[in-house]
């Protein structure tokens, strides 16, 4: 317990000190890289959540109003590259009008950082790169009637509205690791989205096997998966991009559902 008063007592004085003193005042506040975050409550105070003015879309609007937290606030060197931003995704279709940042709850946004925190010591020229972060439940409206392909694989691979993703709870990303020397994404076997059994961890020693999965891909799947488990997210059996935080129940209980 002294551990955690520790943390805390660190954490509200450097607050204080950052807006009290005059002579920080209007100056941009540096982040700290590659920055390993005990996950407790305590960590996640107010005190974390350091403001800077930028011009928001109307999605960043929507998420600080449910007190998310932009997670490169936390860890500038994670990439973020919301492929629902633009018409690079299997929509072709920029549904997130302008966003640039992706959100979290401030305990989830602490895992992702501590994940980082776990490649970095394995690469230091590997980064985290996400793909998708918090998603409001009228946006999971929007994919799902503009998705037009089989009911099976359409269940598969998006949740309908009516049963919630965890995405809606800021309690899911979407994510793979880049090599920022080369700015290169690495090999993890098949595009992001992609509709396929090669996409699916469940089937990877099978592909491996085969040829149709190379062991670099395979390998480089395994250090993601190793990484974010370490910082307690969990894989799913259909997608090697996707990690959860935690289950629908506790999600419901806990967060907000971002409408």
């Known amino acids: 317990m002294r551990i955690y008063q520790a943390y805390f007592l660190f954490i509200c004085l450097f607050f204080i000190a950052c807006n009290t003193a005059p002579e920080n005042k209007g100056k941009k506040i540096e982040k700290q890289h590659s920055l390993f975050m005990n996950d407790t409550a305590l960590i996640c105070a107010s005190a974390l959540k350091i403001e800077e003015p930028f011009d928001v879309s109307y999605l960043d609007s929507l998420f600080l109003s449910y007190d998310l937290v932009d997670v490169q606030s936390l860890d500038s060197t994670i990439k973020v590259d919301l492929k629902y931003a633009d018409t690079a995704n299997f929509l072709k279709l920029n549904i997130y009008n302008g966003l640039k940042r992706a959100y979290f709850p401030c305990e989830v946004a602490l895992r992702v950082s ?80 992609h509709f396929g059994k090669l996409s699916q961890p469940v089937y990877e020693w099978q592909y491996l096997k085969t040829g149709e999965l190379t062991k ?44």
């Open 114 to 193: 501590n994940a980082q925190f776990y490649l970095k010591q394995i690469n230091p020229n590997y980064s985290l790169i996400i793909f998708d972060a918090s998603r409001p439940l009228h946006i999971q409206q929007m994919m799902w009637d503009s998705l037009e392909m089989p009911p099976d694989i359409k269940y598969a691979y998006l949740s309908p509205p009516y049963a919630i993703s965890l995405h809606n709870y800021g309690c899911a990303l979407d994510v793979s690791i880049i090599d920022i020397k080369t700015n290169r994404l690495l090999d993890m076997g098949s595009a992001f989205d």
């Open 216 to 259: 670099e891909a395979f390998e480089n799947r395994k250090m993601l998966r190793n990484v974010m488990q370490k910082a307690k997210f969990y894989p799913i059996t259909s997608e090697w991009w996707h990690f959860n935080f935690c289950n629908k129940e506790f999600a419901a209980a806990k967060y907000k559902l971002i409408k």
